[in-house]
């Protein structure tokens, strides 16, 4: 199961799903890397 799955699962929230139109979500990518996380913040 991915993680939006899970979230919604657990805690009843749709983490896809836009609050302005309704609309799907999309991701573009995955930070799996310490390295990574920390050049984006």
Do not use: N, P, Q
Not at 4 to 20: D, Q, Y
């Amino acid at each position: 199961m991915d993680w939006a799955g899970l979230l919604r699962r657990t805690f009843a929230v749709e983490v896809l799903a836009c609050v302005r139109c309704g609309g799907r979500r999309r991701v573009l990518a995955y930070v799996k890397g310490a390295s990574g996380v920390r050049a984006i913040l």
